[in-house]
């Protein structure tokens, strides 16, 4: 059942990549160099911008033509997100500064089920609170220092271990917390369950690969700008009124 719901998952990936491949093919050359660059990953420079202004003047005949290279739009998800189907939160270790919780422990997941119990005061919500910080929450909660001590509070910090293909990635929380590996878990509790039911939400739907568009929306605003004050140079200005008497 897993393994169907992963190929099946795999499988509306590789279309909205195909979709979006599609998108770029259509486009004219200028839009579709944009293109070529965000989904190979790169990020759009002011060259990158400056090129692709230069080839729409082109097409629009406001310049010489030229031999333009050819493009080949990739198959990869550099600006298509990096959406894992496989991705595990596999360990949680080196926690440091999170209210009392003791030092050099490890919380190991299990794919299908972890269960985390104690008596009250044993750290459950201190996890809870790192988790909610680290992962997305609809009820975030501060992490507390150690009301125990009164100085030598550390700075928070935890080390999460990931795995996708067969590879286990260790990151630290708060330094790799852009990395798009906490973007796919989300906490889930009693607090979460209060704020669904007591407050609006409003519905939010992102799928992987979709973040093309913005890059693109991005790019094509510069353009259009600078081709806004190309024209506002080259604008003169009507005097013929003051040739005419009355209306």
Do not use: C
């Not at 770029?24 to 202004?53: T, V």
Request: cysteine-free; charged content about 30%; hydrophobic content about 35%.
């Amino acid at each position: 059942m897993e393994q169907n719901y992963e190929a099946e998952l795999a499988e509306q990936l590789i279309t909205l990549e195909s979709e979006v491949k599609g998108f770029a093919e259509g486009l004219p050359y200028w839009a579709k160099y944009i293109a070529e660059k965000i989904l190979a990953g790169n990020d759009l420079s002011e060259e990158h911008i400056n090129a692709a202004y230069s080839y729409l003047q082109e097409e629009l005949k406001l310049k010489e033509e030229t031999v333009k290279p050819d493009i080949v739009i990739s198959n990869g998800t550099g600006g298509m997100g990096n959406y894992k189907p496989d991705l595990l939160f596999t360990k949680l270790t080196d926690v440091e500064g999170v209210n009392a919780l003791t030092e050099n422990q490890t919380i190991e997941l299990s794919p299908k089920l972890t269960i985390l119990y104690g008596a009250n005061g044993s750290g459950k919500t201190g996890y809870v609170r790192l988790l909610k910080k680290a992962f997305y929450s609809k009820a975030p909660e501060d992490i507390l220092k150690n009301v125990h001590i009164a100085a030598g509070h550390k700075d928070v910090k935890a080390t999460f271990r990931f795995k996708s293909a067969g590879v286990e990635t260790p990151l630290i929380y708060p330094d790799n917390q852009a990395s798009s590996e906490f973007e796919q878990y989300a906490i889930f509790d009693g607090k979460s369950v209060i704020r669904h039911l007591d407050q609006r939400n409003e519905f939010e739907f992102r799928p992987a690969g979709l973040s093309f568009f913005g890059e693109f929306t991005k790019a094509v605003k510069l353009i259009e700008e600078k081709l806004n004050a190309d024209v506002a140079l080259k604008k003169s200005s009507n005097d013929f009124v003051d040739l005419f008497d009355g209306e």
